[in-house]
């Protein structure tokens, strides 16, 4: 017998304690869940970490009002077999208040308004700590967040004045009106999640499996179409083989194209490929710190 | 496709962890970058990220360290703030770097790295040898327990790659650690720019016999490091489902933090003393026979007694110290100096408590080792030796013997932040 973990039972390990730090450190914690491959991860690991018991937490899911029909579709199916309790927030709300406007032209995009939606949420539901499937591997900012990380009363991050971390010990301590953000998988790579899906049979939605689709090109990245994509007159609809690397909003997520159809070629295709997922995310490429800033006011 | 991502090998990998040392200027953003990029774990548009923000900044060559300062402000000030965690596979083995500034005012970077860690990686300039921050940066690895330690001796090609000058730093390396708790000490020449003894074999180099960094991080041995012997199981919630299927369930959910448990043990919950027999180790997946460090699973007693949240299960026949009285060495990280007298919140496995500071017994200087004893300002990035007494007892081992129940947090009770890091003695 060896006494020694395999990397992607030690990393499942881990993320199961901190699941259940959150849920002995917090009086009122939520799992934001946005029918991605890194929430439903989290979410399998949350059940996991709480069997035979149940989740102790609802399932947050900020809805842009944006979102491919079957990331909707998947999370229903999921909250329904599970009896887990969804909360959804609604974009279409603040807009509706006056809390925030759409943007306008052709790269309009809901994703920065989630900002707002996610942390009224927050507040609405008092929650006071919020577990994510955040990745420090997914984007430099990112590299520097904590498994803990502290937000004021604003839902503001401030990457300067951060709490140390050290061993597995961690403070969830906060004053009235501060929450937290908590990210389980922070140690995990696109590989491990890719990995343990297949390993633990999790279903995701159909949309991360090659698939013909009617899509669009626009500065050379390939666009679902659908009811609230504005495309320019030369914009042509085609239909191509493709498959998306992650899962966002409509009008921020890229399809690549390709003929991988289950769990063992996605993980061929992710091993050979020389971009990162978020290369597919136009929303990181505004600018060269567009997360970190997004990150500061309050997005995950 | 490569071998490290076929699902068969790639289940069977472990991890190493290990924390990157080093002063300004001598090579480990480069080094770094090296074993990032030749892992392949550098993907195209990061790179091309990074070629842009070089051109924004200016000079010709891309500066790989842009990969790893991710922050704004870091990257304006071309300095490195915070601890920033990287990852790389090989066919053998998972990597997690995490990579910390050398400034000398982020002691407390280089301990929350290396608080986590197995292996350290400690960058000496072979031009210069030992200098004050490879003391410093040794004496945290040591501090830390950190059992592995790989001094790569950088920019061999700035001195004609030298046997000689080699052999004299590892002497004066050889000396300086063997005052140090480190069990395990490497030394490997290296050009981290020419990736000679990187990932290969250094041509210019034919004196040295020695394994390459890469093979090295792939080959050392770390599932000893681990405590094995002391049984320690902090509880961290309770399971009971209350369901029909699952009526009188009531599990302990937990990470192990040291010792191997085994259905049928006799053990002790820490603080009552009750004693019982383990009925049943139980996961998602199944019971199973044994559980060990880092597993996170739930124990099943056989008789019913009250246990919760801050208990220990331990075996019978071998308990850790219960006290509230505790000698440790402690790292500041805190604008506002320790308070003697002060009273704090302390963090300690799952166990909260409060604890007063009793003494500050000396200051460590990093650079020389020296105790100071008449210096008991401690200030942020301080190292220092002091007792306490808590409110209530805690479950202890000395930080040397287990990190796990070895390691306790300060936390100020009126901002909430951390402010102090301690390794009990």
Same mark, same amino acid.
């Given at each position: 017998m060896k006494y020694n973990l395999t990397h992607l039972k030690e990393l499942e390990s881990e993320a199961i304690f901190i699941i259940r730090e959150v849920a002995a450190q917090f009086e009122n914690p939520a799992l934001l869940f946005s029918g991605g491959k890194d929430s439903i991860v989290c979410y399998h690991l949350a059940k996991k970490a709480f069997w035979p018991g149940k989740v102790p937490f609802p399932l947050v899911h900020v809805d842009?009002?944006?979102?491919?029909p079957e990331t909707i579709e998947f999370r229903d199916e999921l909250v329904k077999k599970d009896g887990a309790e969804l909360i959804v927030g609604l974009v279409q709300d603040s807009i509706d208040q006056g809390k925030v406007s759409e943007e306008k032209g052709?790269?309009? $995009?809901r994703n920065g308004l989630q900002t707002v939606t996610l942390l009224e949420t927050i507040e609405n539901n008092k929650f006071d700590a919020c577990m994510g499937?955040? @990745?420090?591997?997914?984007e430099k900012a990112r590299a520097?967040? @904590?498994?803990f990380s502290h937000r004021d009363e604003f839902g503001q991050w401030d990457p300067k004045n951060q709490r140390p971390e050290l061993w597995n010990i961690f403070n969830g301590m906060k004053n009235m009106g501060e929450n937290f953000r908590i990210f389980p998988? $922070?140690?995990?790579?696109e590989m491990d999640v890719w990995q343990y899906i297949l390993a633990e049979n999790i279903d995701l939605p159909m949309l991360y499996f090659s698939h013909e689709r009617e899509v669009f090109m626009r500065d050379g990245v390939i666009y679902s179409d659908g009811e609230f994509m504005n495309k320019r007159p030369e914009e042509k609809i085609e239909k191509r083989v493709v498959r998306f690397r992650t899962i966002g909003d409509m009008t921020c997520t890229g399809a690549v194209e390709s003929p991988a159809d289950d769990l063992t070629k996605i993980i061929e295709e992710v091993a050979a490929? @020389?971009?990162?997922?978020?290369?597919? @995310? $136009?929303d990181d490429k505004r600018s060269e710190a567009a997360m970190e800033d997004r990150k500061k006011q309050g997005y995950f | 496709m490569s071998e490290s991502n076929s699902t068969a090998g790639y289940l069977d990998m472990e991890l190493l962890r290990f924390t990157t040392a080093g002063s300004v200027d001598d090579g480990k953003s480069t080094l770094i970058g090296r074993l990032l990029y030749d892992s392949k774990a550098i993907f195209q548009d990061q790179m091309e990220a990074v070629e842009k923000a070089s051109k924004k900044i200016g000079g010709g060559e891309v500066n790989l360290a842009l990969l790893t300062d991710g922050l704004r402000s870091e990257r304006e000030q071309g300095i490195t703030i915070d601890v920033a965690y990287r990852y790389f596979a090989t066919p053998k083995r998972k990597f997690i770097i995490a990579d910390t500034p050398g400034?000398?005012?982020y002691t407390r970077n280089m301990v929350t790295g290396a608080s986590t860690a197995n292996l350290a990686i400690i960058l000496v300039d072979a031009r210069h040898g030992l200098v004050e921050q490879t003391s410093r940066h040794s004496f945290i690895a040591s501090l830390l327990g950190i059992k592995h330690v790989v001094y790569c001796i950088n920019k061999m090609d700035l001195v004609d790659f030298s046997q000689e000058v080699f052999d004299k730093i590892k002497t004066q390396l050889d000396d300086f650690s &063997?005052?140090?708790?480190?069990s395990d000490v490497r030394y490997i020449p290296m050009s981290a720019l020419l990736g000679d003894n990187v990932v290969d074999r250094s041509k210019?180099?034919?004196w040295y016999q020695g394994s390459t960094l890469l093979y090295t991080l792939e080959t050392v041995?770390?599932? &000893?490091?681990? !405590?094995?012997?002391d049984c320690r199981f902090p509880v961290q919630t309770v399971i009971r489902p209350?369901?029909?299927?699952?009526?009188?369930y009531r599990g302990y959910a937990g990470r192990v933090a040291g010792g191997i448990f085994k259905k049928g043990d006799e053990i002790a919950v820490l603080p009552s003393g009750f004693t019982s027999k383990i009925a049943k180790i139980d996961t998602y997946d199944g019971e199973i026979e044994e559980a060990f460090p880092p597993m996170s699973c739930t124990i099943l007693l056989e008789d019913d007694i009250d246990v919760s949240r801050g208990d220990m299960i331990v075996r019978v026949n071998n308990q850790p110290d219960v006290s509230q009285d505790h000698e440790m060495m402690i790292c500041w990280m805190s604008q506002r100096p320790i308070q003697l007298n002060g009273k704090y919140t302390i963090k300690h496995t799952s166990r909260d408590a409060r604890c007063i500071v009793?003494?500050?017994?000396y200051k460590v200087?990093? !650079?020389?080792?020296?105790?100071?004893?008449?210096?008991?300002?401690?200030?942020?990035?301080d190292i220092a030796r002091i007792s306490i007494r808590t409110t209530v007892p805690l479950f202890t081992d000395r930080y040397q013997r287990n990190r796990n129940t070895g390691s306790i947090i300060l936390i100020?009770? &009126?901002?909430?932040?951390?402010v102090g890091a301690g390794m009990i003695l």
């Open positions: 842009t009002g944006h979102n491919f052709f790269n309009a $995009s499937g955040a @990745r420090r591997d997914e520097k967040e @904590r498994f998988i $922070s140690n995990w790579t490929t @020389r971009t990162t997922e978020r290369g597919t @995310r $136009s | 400034h000398i005012q &063997s005052k140090l708790e480190i210019n180099m034919d041995h770390i599932a &000893s490091d681990a !405590n094995h012997v209350q369901t029909a299927e699952y009526h009188d009793k003494d500050i017994k200087d990093i !650079n020389s080792l020296h105790r100071l004893e008449d210096d008991k300002e401690i200030k942020m990035n100020d009770e &009126s901002t909430n932040e951390t």
